[in-house]
Every structure is written in structure tokens, then in C-alpha cells.
């Protein structure tokens, strides 16, 4: 490990707040870039379903089919990010959301020729992967690159509070567009996003390029991927929500499921600023340990949810649980890997959770025709449950972590 990474600097309340205004200042780009996934989120399964009239496992589809291109390119993005520079990789993130956007108007406009329009869609969905994985890996490498691995921990955290933030703010936003202007109007917004983010950063001075030791890529996925299993069992419960929810809700006959969304996501932001110092405190171990219980039990109120109020605290308490999941386990899988390697690790790790939203969409579908919605969430559950016993056994066999009590 690199002088970088083994010494961890005793800094000022008033650094601290330096550090972070940085740290923000980066994962803008991230906030932009995940407000063009968020926007269109709440709306998408139900023009699938109810205006191109496919059917449930087509239209988790349609969500799932960006979380697979971010699946293939995310080792892509982790090295363009050791190799080609942070930045470079962000802007080419960036201008991928607004071509996903043209693509999406594409898709409104040929409404009344179904295949076509589902065919346009699910072609911007591939495109919005790669940018999600160009942006999300970049951001965080550009991050650390900018104020030190010692603020690992940071970085992610609050990358990952400008991922949900967007979420939340875009899901009610799309849902107001659709309503009030029309699907095209996504398409738009979309684009002129991806236009202002490209805009915002290439003013932006670019870190510094880590040279070094960079291990294979078949290696750095070798050493996180215990880790990074992890994260797939905890990103179940986001997958379910994020895909299925309306759907849920329009079963049920409830109204405001784009509001369960936002509360997912802004309980899932109030979790990472208010606990932003407990993974240095206390251990990235013991808090995804506490994160996966409370992650467990919201899936398992969603589950049994007779009410929507009931629905709401579920989904609530899962975005405060899942909130911490991502940083925690991913300080200890970045500390595994040289310097150099972290864009790799990163996009590593982050594979998996690609891989359990690439196949929650499809699974999901097809629980849901021979067990109904509700059972979706109880998979779910006992996959956060399964994240509890891994991460122990995790941390007993740790080096670096005490045995846990």
C-alpha cells in the first residue's frame, strides 16, 4: 500500500469543512448524472406496461437493462479512471446521459409503434448504464484522487448521498413532468442535463494521475469479491423498491408511490450525513452489520404491509439501512488494493451491485406472476439477512478487525 493510504493526517474542525466542500464540489457530477436515472425511474414501468401494453417481466426489464450495460462497462470506467484520468472519465459520462436522453424522446415520439418505441428505450437505458458507471467510478476516483485516500470514507459517503439525493429529488419530478407536459418532456430534461454537466466540468482542475503498481483486473475482482457479494445482498432491497414499487402500489390501489421513492431516498441521505463519521469510528465491519438489520426489518414491514403508511416506514427504514451498506464494506475492499488500483476496485465492487439490479428487474418479474408483489420483498429480507452473516464472518477472518464480540 502506498504512503497515501497508510498514513491517516490529524486535521482541524476548519479542514474538515475544507475537505468536504471539495468532496461536494466533485459528486456535483454524480448528483447531475444520477438525476438523469432518477427522472425517468418512477415512470418508466408504467409506460411500458400501460402505454406500450407489455407486461410486468418487459418492464422491470426496461429499468434492469441499464444496470446490465453498467455491469459490462464498469471494469471499463475503473480503468479509465486509473489510466485516462478521473475527469476524462466523468465528462464521458456525462455526454453519455445526454445521448441516453435523445434516445428517450426518440421513444415517446414512436409510442404508437410499440416495438420500436420499447427497442429506442431499451437502447438509452444501455447508453444510461455506461454513463452511470462512467460517472459513479469516476467521481469517487477523482475525489480521492483531490483530497487524500484518508477521506475514502468521505468520498464515497457523500458520492453515495448525491446518487440518492438525485434519486429522490428526480423520481417526483418525472412523475410531474409525465403528468403535466408528457413523456417526451424526460427525454428533454435528459438531455439538456447531461449538456449542463459537461459544461460544469470541464472547467474543473482533473487529479492527479495514481502511477504505480496495477494489479489485473481478474486479481482486484479476486480481492473484493467477498465484499462486494455483500453489497449485491444489500442492494436487493433497493433493486425491489426502485422497480417494482408503483407497480406495488397500483395493486394495491394506493396513491403517492413516487412519494415512497423519495422517502426511500431521503432517509437514505439523512443516514449518511447524520452517521457520516460512524464507519472511522467504529469500523466498516460493525456498520454494515447494524445496516443490514435495519435494511432487514424495513423489507420485512414492505413484505407484510397492509397500508401504505405501513409501506412508507418499510421502505424508509430500508433506505436508512442500505444507506451505510456501499461505504462501509467498500473502505475495506479499497484498502486491498495499491493506490493505483483503486479505480479498478472500485468499479470491482461495484459490479456486484450492477449485477443484483440487472437481475432483480427480470427474477422479480417472474415472482411476481406466480407469487404476487409482496413476495418480491420477502426475497429481499432474507437476502439482507444473508448480508449480516457474511459480513461477521467477514470480519472475524479480517487481519486488520478485532475478532467481534
Not at 94 to 100: D, E, F, I, N, P
Not at 119 to 125: A, D, K, P, Q
Not at 190 to 199: F, K, N, T, Y
Not at 216 to 241: C, D, E, H, N, Q
Amino acid at each position: 500500500m502506498s504512503s497515501e493510504s497508510s498514513t491517516t493526517p490529524v486535521i482541524t474542525e476548519t479542514q474538515d469543512e475544507n475537505v468536504t466542500l471539495r468532496v461536494v464540489s466533485i459528486v456535483l457530477f454524480t448528483f447531475l448524472a444520477y438525476l438523469t436515472i432518477g427522472i425517468p425511474l418512477a415512470v418508466l414501468p408504467s409506460y411500458v406496461h400501460n402505454d406500450l401494453g407489455y407486461g410486468s417481466v418487459l418492464a422491470g426489464l426496461a429499468i434492469s437493462a441499464q444496470y446490465l450495460a453498467t455491469l459490462a462497462s464498469r471494469p471499463h470506467a475503473g480503468r479509465m479512471s486509473d489510466t485516462m484520468g478521473a475527469k476524462r472519465t466523468v465528462l464521458y459520462g456525462l455526454a453519455a446521459a445526454g445521448v441516453s436522453g435523445v434516445f428517450m424522446l426518440a421513444a415517446a415520439l414512436t409510442t404508437h409503434i410499440p416495438l420500436l418505441s420499447l427497442t429506442l428505450l431499451l437502447i438509452g437505458r444501455l447508453v444510461l448504464g455506461f454513463a452511470e458507471s462512467c460517472c459513479g467510478t469516476g467521481a469517487i476516483t477523482w475525489g480521492i484522487g483531490t483530497v487524500g485516500a484518508q477521506h475514502t470514507a468521505k468520498v464515497i459517503s457523500w458520492n453515495g448521498v448525491a446518487t440518492y439525493g438525485a434519486l429522490a429529488v428526480g423520481a417526483p419530478v418525472g412523475v410531474l413532468l409525465t403528468q403535466h407536459i408528457g413523456f417526451a418532456s424526460i427525454g428533454v430534461v435528459v438531455m439538456l442535463l447531461g449538456v449542463i454537466g459537461v459544461a460544469l466540468a470541464l472547467p474543473r482542475k482533473a487529479s492527479p494521475i495514481v502511477h504505480g503498481e496495477r494489479l489485473p483486473f481478474r486479481s482486484v475482482l479476486g480481492k473484493v469479491f467477498a465484499y462486494g457479494t455483500g453489497l449485491a445482498l444489500g442492494s436487493a432491497g433497493f433493486g425491489t423498491i426502485a422497480t417494482f414499487v408503483t407497480l406495488f402500489y397500483a395493486s394495491r390501489h394506493w396513491p403517492n408511490a413516487a412519494f415512497t421513492l423519495s422517502m426511500f431516498g431521503l432517509c437514505f441521505v439523512a443516514t449518511r450525513l447524520v452517521f457520516a463519521r460512524s464507519i472511522n469510528s467504529y469500523g466498516g465491519f460493525k456498520v454494515a452489520i447494524v445496516s443490514f438489520v435495519v435494511e432487514c426489518i424495513g423489507l420485512t414491514l414492505l413484505w407484510n404491509a397492509l397500508t401504505p403508511t405501513m409501506a412508507l416506514v418499510g421502505a424508509a427504514l430500508t433506505g436508512i439501512g442500505f444507506s451505510l451498506v456501499f461505504p462501509a464494506l467498500g473502505v475495506e475492499a479499497v484498502a486491498l488494493v495499491p493506490a493505483a488500483s483503486r479505480g479498478a476496485a472500485l468499479g470491482a465492487y461495484s459490479v456486484f451491485l450492477d449485477v443484483a439490479l440487472g437481475l432483480i428487474g427480470p427474477v422479480a418479474g417472474l415472482v411476481i406472476s406466480g407469487y404476487g408483489y409482496p413476495a418480491i420483498f420477502c426475497i429481499a429480507a432474507l437476502a439482507a439477512a444473508a448480508g449480516v452473516v457474511l459480513t461477521v464472518v467477514l470480519h472475524q477472518r479480517n487481519p486488520r478487525s478485532p475478532a467481534l464480540a
